[in-house]
């Protein structure tokens, strides 16, 4: 499929440049209601996503030429008309007028960690394993039941090749594990949810994740709300990571990439401070990380076959480098980098149980959803759980949210010594922000 659909752009009217993406996906899906397997099934899907460049005269005239792009993905359904589906891509190309840019060129892809051997000999044998790690482990847990888990074992072979020259193929592995646990109190009933992913079975300790959202869940029957006020917040696990990447609206990634510069949406500069006044916290150093073995968002190369970086982005507060794409890095003449990796935070100076030495304070270990504004780093999060600590004494609450400015709040950060690996985040288990607003009882 992918050398017929690479034949035909090379003869089609109006294409200057393309760029081709070849995906085979094998999905091995397993579910569970109770304790009951409610269904397997495995699913194979084929794709190619094309990218085609017209070159053509300013649409409001003037001299020179400009270049639009267009995207299109194929399926083998479409094989038969693809002439038809090249040349619509090629018209809407014709509607765009960006200033001209180049391809990314042929270049050695370094080896990175992408598949799990066991994961591509063994799929099925993978799904079923976690189900029955997680039902064992919850069997010493009372007034906690499995409600219901979704896995899903993946295997993507991807190729790409482009007009300059690039070659590339890879292979990955993925696993998603989703589950709900109901925890049942004397009057109340209460969930516990969570959806982790990995490359790598290996990396996934589900008999320690399974017993410590039962914990989850039993503290929130028990869970009050919190008082109002401002007050010291620890934020932890994957709580942080919620925080701080947003699931792709992070105000880091998204303030430091040289398209929102390009843009004017962002007011950093290389080599100034990202925070909006005095830094007293731990210094704050983050990496993009595509060559972080097994990490989610690793790759030899990304979307446009640019290599695989691990690329400083921020150090000491500073911003060192904006991450770039090969488009915006050609606009800005800085160096290309590709898409943002893993994000990568080097450790703090605090033990973590020294973060929750002083009270009072809130530790947040899961929220019900985090909202930052991706610009200006202003954020709300609805607290599902966390815990009250005052005086040597913890209680559990929920409800309420906490509020504040997430450049602000790094400013003045504590890191913790203890690193944590998840999926797409290596960097301090937790991080305490001493000034956030609680709004609650």
């Not at 039902?135 to 300059?164: G, K, P």
């Not at 401070?273 to 968002?297: C, H, K, Q, W």
Request: with cysteine.
């Amino acid at each position: 499929m992918l050398q017929q659909v690479v034949r035909a752009l090379r003869k089609q009217d109006g294409v200057d440049d393309w760029l081709v993406r070849h995906i085979l996906k094998t999905s091995t899906q397993y579910y569970v209601i109770g304790l009951q397997p409610e269904n397997r099934r495995k699913v194979n899907t084929e794709q190619v996503v094309v990218t085609v460049m017209n070159d053509h005269a300013p649409a409001k005239g003037g001299e020179g030429r400009m270049r639009g792009e267009a995207e299109v993905t194929l399926l083998p359904t479409d094989l038969q008309h693809l002439p038809q589906k090249l040349s619509q891509a090629v018209f809407m190309a014709t509607l765009t007028d960006n200033p001209p840019y180049d391809l990314a060129g042929a270049v050695e892809y370094p080896e990175v960690g992408l598949a799990d051997p066991e994961m591509q000999a063994a799929p099925r044998q993978v799904a079923e394993r976690l189900v029955q790690q997680l039902t064992e482990a919850l069997t010493e847990e009372r007034d906690v039941r499995l409600s219901s888990a979704e896995v899903f074992v993946e295997q993507s072979q991807v190729a790409i090749q482009n007009s300059r020259g690039v070659r590339g193929d890879k292979v990955e592995t993925e696993m998603l594990l989703d589950f709900v646990l109901l925890a049942s109190g004397q009057e109340d009933e209460m969930e516990s949810h969570i959806a982790v992913k990995r490359r790598r079975a290996a990396d996934l300790d589900v008999p320690a994740l399974a017993r410590r959202q039962a914990q989850y869940a039993c503290d929130a029957i028990a869970a009050s709300t919190p008082r109002t006020g401002t007050f010291p917040v620890v934020v932890s696990d994957n709580a942080l990571v919620e925080l701080l990447m947003s699931e792709g609206y992070s105000p880091l990634i998204l303030r430091s990439s040289a398209r929102l510069k390009y843009q004017r949406m962002t007011t950093w500069d290389i080599g100034e401070s990202i925070f909006p006044g005095e830094s007293s916290g731990d210094p704050v150093i983050m990496y993009s990380n595509a060559l972080l073995p097994f990490g989610t968002r690793s790759s030899s190369f990304d979307g446009e076959g640019l290599p695989g970086q691990r690329t400083l982005i921020i150090d000491n507060g500073v911003l060192s480098r904006f991450w770039a794409r090969q488009r915006y890095a050609q606009y800005l003449q800085v160096p290309a980098t590709g898409s943002f990796g893993n994000m990568e935070i080097a450790a703090g100076s605090v033990p973590f149980a020294s973060l929750l030495d002083d009270g009072p304070l809130y530790h947040i270990v899961a929220f019900s959803a985090m909202s930052p504004d991706p610009i200006t780093g202003d954020f709300v999060g609805e607290i599902r759980l966390g815990y009250e600590i005052d005086k040597g004494q913890t209680r559990p609450i929920r409800g309420g949210s906490i509020s504040g400015n997430l450049f602000a709040a790094l400013a003045m950060a504590r890191l913790s010594q203890e690193t944590i690996f998840l999926g797409d985040y290596r960097g301090p288990r937790g991080m305490c922000f001493p000034e956030v607003t609680v709004a609650g009882a």
